[in-house]
């Protein structure tokens, strides 16, 4: 199946996007692969991505990158999470499938089979 309506929001140097990303096609699925590193996604994407996968800013934050301590966003709100993210794609959790079902944070990459198409 080449789905080209299945798009991953990825990150080649996390082993879990590649792992995301391989499960994809193994599956016969080949996705549309946003670095979203070098193709950030702009706010209304980024907002509309997190509200489709169900959560929340705070959810898909990386609080374990350096800029994260040096922005000081332990007691930021969600606005503020949502800048942190624009301005330092690095800061978002990975990867994110979207596919016509749905959107899933794939941690663990079997999340993806929630949304799968059949």
């Known amino acids: 199946m080449n789905d080209v309506t299945v798009k991953i929001?990825?990150?080649?140097?996390c082993s879990k996007s590649r792992g995301a990303l391989a499960r994809l096609q193994a599956a016969g699925i080949a996705p549309?692969?946003?670095?979203?590193?070098?193709?950030p996604p702009d706010r209304a994407t980024l907002?509309?991505?997190?509200?489709a996968a169900g959560?929340?800013?705070?959810?898909?934050?990386r609080s374990k990158e350096a800029i994260y301590?040096?922005?000081g966003l332990d007691a930021a709100d969600d606005a503020a999470l949502i800048e942190a993210l624009l301005a330092h794609p690095i800061l978002l959790e990975?990867?994110?499938?979207v596919t016509p079902?749905?959107?899933?944070?794939?941690?663990?990459?079997?999340?993806?089979d929630e949304i799968l198409p059949t």
């Open 47 to 51: 907002v509309a991505l997190i509200a």
């Open 94 to 97: 990975r990867p994110f499938v």
């Open 101 to 112: 079902k749905g959107a899933r944070l794939c941690r663990p990459p079997e999340r993806m």
């Open 9 to 13: 929001y990825h990150n080649p140097r």
């Open 69 to 71: 301590a040096e922005l």
């Open 32 to 39: 549309q692969v946003v670095n979203y590193l070098e193709t």
């Open 55 to 61: 959560l929340t800013p705070r959810e898909v934050v």
